[in-house]
């Protein structure tokens, strides 16, 4: 298949720095033209000038669920079955703390060691709260369908690993959490937007995920959490703020949670962050998803061959095979921070993951090969130049 025939054409879309290459939209997508005007409105407009008549004039209250929608079409849920709201770490607690509700008599949760650590810290944190003798099972990605025995509660996984961008087969897991009794987690945090997903068709209880990578919901986007239709009425919220409430404005002194996905809501809801969020997702409304994997296999395996002709330090820490692998592509270097500082120094913006992984994101909304060969040369230059041995990329920064 020709390349340029599964570039997407919506570039222009986008607002990136002349000159940059970004290929770090796995970790906070660039912006989007929309949600500078969107911003600008809302800003102005709606909390300048309604103040708090934006509750009801703008409909403030109903971005979670409005927005969830738009976020539930990219991973295969139904209408309503999605909300907004709060960080990724604080929707895999209670997704993490419902599901364990749900199976009182077991006390293991099963994890694998390709999780984000966040969602295991988060367990462990639960785990403590609850002090009801729970464990935290991290065993390898490979092993992790052998691993789920009948004394296992809840299995959550991330289906893309953020170091190595190896997928989880998601019906097949939760099949084998099913067939054990298990309640089923997915983080989609590096799936949302990347990859075709069907939550619904998996027939996994929860689904959670963030909305700065691939959506383009800006630094700080709030999360979204799924919950499967038929078990909704039952969910024990663990966080029960008040906008889960049945009736909010009802001001009750006892909590009694909303019959819908509504209950997964805590507190206010983040406007600026959502009405970001609901104007970066206007982008995807010409975009197949399939056609999107597509073009970021294609731009991956460019890549690959690329670097593999022409920078022989570098080794694959990646699937090989496409199937297997999300929208990003990692390398092992052992040099490789301050090779990637090298990298950034001259617009090439990937990231680096301890100890040893480089890391580089193929989103097509914003990439095509020219992009990526321009890389590639700028790379090669990096490691035959020996550019990275420079005492200035190796000052470690607080974020990388
Ligand atoms: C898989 C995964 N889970 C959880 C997190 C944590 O998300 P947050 O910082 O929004 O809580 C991240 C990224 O930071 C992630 O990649
Ligand atoms: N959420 C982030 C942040 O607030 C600062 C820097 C990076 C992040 C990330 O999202 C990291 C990301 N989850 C990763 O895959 O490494």
Redesign the pocket.
């Given at each position: 298949m020709d390349n340029a025939k599964r570039e997407l054409p919506i570039k222009d879309q986008f607002i990136l720095p002349d000159g940059m290459i970004y290929l770090d939209g796995n970790?906070l997508g660039p912006l989007p033209k929309a949600v500078e005007a969107t911003l600008q409105t809302c800003v102005r407009d709606q909390w300048g000038q309604h103040l708090i008549k934006g509750w009801n004039l703008d409909d403030w209250m109903g971005q979670p669920m409005r927005v969830g929608n738009l976020v539930g079409r990219l991973i295969g849920a139904p209408e309503g079955s999605v909300v907004m709201g709060?960080?990724?770490?604080?929707?895999?607690y209670q997704a993490l703390a419902s599901a364990l509700k749900m199976r009182p008599d077991r006390k293991v949760i099963l994890s694998d060691s390709g999780?984000?650590?966040?969602?295991l810290y988060m367990a462990q944190g639960l785990i403590a709260q609850l002090a009801q003798g729970h464990e935290l099972k991290i065993v390898a990605p490979e092993a992790v369908s052998a691993a789920i025995t009948e004394d296992v509660a809840a299995v959550m996984i991330?289906q893309?690993d953020?170091r190595t961008g190896r997928i989880h087969d998601m019906n097949a897991i939760t099949a084998a959490a099913h067939a054990a009794g298990a309640v089923m987690i997915w983080?989609l945090?590096?799936s949302a937007g990347a990859i075709p997903v069907d939550i619904a068709a998996s027939g996994a209880e929860f689904a959670?995920?963030?909305t700065?990578?691939y959506l383009n919901g800006g630094p700080?986007a709030p999360?979204f959490i799924y919950a499967r239709p038929d078990i909704v009425a039952d969910l024990s919220t663990a966080l029960s703020g008040w906008l889960g409430h049945d009736a909010p404005f009802a001001f009750e002194a006892s909590y009694r949670p909303a019959a819908d996905i509504e209950r997964m809501r805590v507190g206010t809801p983040p406007v600026l962050q959502l009405a970001a969020l609901e104007a970066a997702m206007t982008v995807w409304g010409e975009v197949d998803m399939h056609d999107l994997r597509a073009a970021s296999i294609a731009l991956s395996e460019l890549f690959i061959a690329e670097v593999e002709a022409r920078c022989p330090a570098l080794e694959l820490a990646s699937p090989r095979d496409s199937a297997q692998r999300g929208s990003q592509v990692s390398f092992r270097f052992a040099h490789g921070y301050a090779a990637i500082q090298a990298l950034i120094a001259q617009d090439v913006i990937g990231d680096f993951r301890a100890p040893d992984i480089m890391r580089f994101g193929f989103t097509p909304l914003y990439l095509d090969s020219d992009d990526v060969r321009r890389a590639v040369d700028i790379l090669q230059n990096v490691l035959d130049a020996r550019l990275w041995d420079n005492p200035a990329f190796q000052a470690v920064s607080r974020v990388t």
């Amino acid at each position: 298949m020709d390349n340029a025939k599964r570039e997407l054409p919506i570039k222009d879309q986008f607002i990136l720095p002349d000159g940059m290459i970004y290929l770090d939209g796995n970790s906070l997508g660039p912006l989007p033209k929309a949600v500078e005007a969107t911003l600008q409105t809302c800003v102005r407009d709606q909390w300048g000038q309604h103040l708090i008549k934006g509750w009801n004039l703008d409909d403030w209250m109903g971005q979670p669920m409005r927005v969830g929608n738009l976020v539930g079409r990219l991973i295969g849920a139904p209408e309503g079955s999605v909300v907004m709201g709060d960080t990724l770490s604080v929707k895999v607690y209670q997704a993490l703390a419902s599901a364990l509700k749900m199976r009182p008599d077991r006390k293991v949760i099963l994890s694998d060691s390709g999780n984000f650590p966040s969602d295991l810290y988060m367990a462990q944190g639960l785990i403590a709260q609850l002090a009801q003798g729970h464990e935290l099972k991290i065993v390898a990605p490979e092993a992790v369908s052998a691993a789920i025995t009948e004394d296992v509660a809840a299995v959550m996984i991330t289906q893309v690993d953020y170091r190595t961008g190896r997928i989880h087969d998601m019906n097949a897991i939760t099949a084998a959490a099913h067939a054990a009794g298990a309640v089923m987690i997915w983080d989609l945090a590096h799936s949302a937007g990347a990859i075709p997903v069907d939550i619904a068709a998996s027939g996994a209880e929860f689904a959670v995920g963030c909305t700065y990578k691939y959506l383009n919901g800006g630094p700080g986007a709030p999360a979204f959490i799924y919950a499967r239709p038929d078990i909704v009425a039952d969910l024990s919220t663990a966080l029960s703020g008040w906008l889960g409430h049945d009736a909010p404005f009802a001001f009750e002194a006892s909590y009694r949670p909303a019959a819908d996905i509504e209950r997964m809501r805590v507190g206010t809801p983040p406007v600026l962050q959502l009405a970001a969020l609901e104007a970066a997702m206007t982008v995807w409304g010409e975009v197949d998803m399939h056609d999107l994997r597509a073009a970021s296999i294609a731009l991956s395996e460019l890549f690959i061959a690329e670097v593999e002709a022409r920078c022989p330090a570098l080794e694959l820490a990646s699937p090989r095979d496409s199937a297997q692998r999300g929208s990003q592509v990692s390398f092992r270097f052992a040099h490789g921070y301050a090779a990637i500082q090298a990298l950034i120094a001259q617009d090439v913006i990937g990231d680096f993951r301890a100890p040893d992984i480089m890391r580089f994101g193929f989103t097509p909304l914003y990439l095509d090969s020219d992009d990526v060969r321009r890389a590639v040369d700028i790379l090669q230059n990096v490691l035959d130049a020996r550019l990275w041995d420079n005492p200035a990329f190796q000052a470690v920064s607080r974020v990388t």
